[in-house]
């Protein structure tokens, strides 16, 4: 059974910076894409980034384009995602997603809290 387990969180400071790790295990890192999702409180599950399995493919939330960035070692099963100048509205769980379309496979951790205030 796959698992996703991410770290990383904290408080920070506007105009800080963060990364966070999710560790897989359990199958086969390498063909999954991966994603990075947000929920803040009283809001619905949001998409941040996400990288393709081979292709180095990226894509962004508009919200964050610019400023984080996805990143995967298949060797080490990691992804992890570089936030910098932080915001209060990027205050949120921070969730990691790995998904395999062409089987309809999704493993989902289960978050890391990350809280941007002063």
């Known amino acids: 059974q796959g698992q996703l387990v991410e770290s990383g969180g904290d408080l920070v400071q506007p105009g800080g910076s963060l990364r966070l790790h999710c560790a897989a295990s359990g199958f086969t890192f390498s063909y999954y894409v991966v994603s990075w999702h947000r929920q803040a409180p009283g809001k619905e599950r949001e998409f941040v980034a996400a990288l393709g399995a081979t292709d180095g493919r990226t894509k962004y939330a508009d919200s964050v384009q610019g400023r984080f960035t996805i990143a995967r070692d298949n060797a080490q099963y990691t992804t992890t995602l570089q936030m910098n100048n932080l915001k209060p509205e990027d205050t949120a769980v921070y969730f990691c997603?790995?998904?395999?379309?062409?089987?309809?496979?999704?493993?989902w951790g289960r978050g890391t809290q990350v809280t941007v205030s002063s």
């Open positions: 997603k790995a998904s395999e379309p062409r089987r309809d496979i999704t493993y």
